[in-house]
Nanobody, 127 residues
């Protein structure tokens, strides 16, 4: 199983930017689809962004609420996944989780398709 550790979350003003990082260990993530999810207080966990594996590693998917503002990327040589967040809004506040899908699996926006999860990192966007 893949172990994941997120970092980069902090308090930021609306309109600001952050880069979240996800460090993977245990296995090389090249052939795993990777995703970012978030959970706001009192709300269910939701999909934010995902990136494909292997030959489809340039394939990405975003929640409508973050399209044009967030960018997911991966560096397989470092076993890292990133979430670049621009033009942050108070509604982006939440606990952000990195997740690894199934080996050689498809890119999905359903958390049911992700087997490994990190502990998350907190993002707070002040108005």
């Amino acid at each position: 199983q893949v172990q994941l550790v997120e970092s980069g979350g902090e308090l930021v003003q609306a309109g600001g930017s952050l880069r979240l990082s996800c460090a993977a260990s245990g296995r090389t993530i090249s052939w795993y689809p990777m995703g970012w999810f978030r959970q706001a207080p009192g709300k269910e966990r939701e999909f934010v962004a995902g990136i494909g594996n292997g030959w489809s590693r340039s394939s990405t998917r975003y929640a409508d609420s973050v399209k044009g503002r967030f960018t997911i990327s991966r560096d397989n040589s470092k076993n890292m996944v990133y979430l670049h967040m621009n033009s942050l809004k108070p509604e982006d506040t939440g606990h952000y989780y990195c997740a690894a899908g199934q080996y050689s699996g498809i890119l999905s926006d359903s958390d049911l398709q992700y087997d490994s999860w990190g502990q998350g990192t907190q993002v707070i966007v002040s108005s």
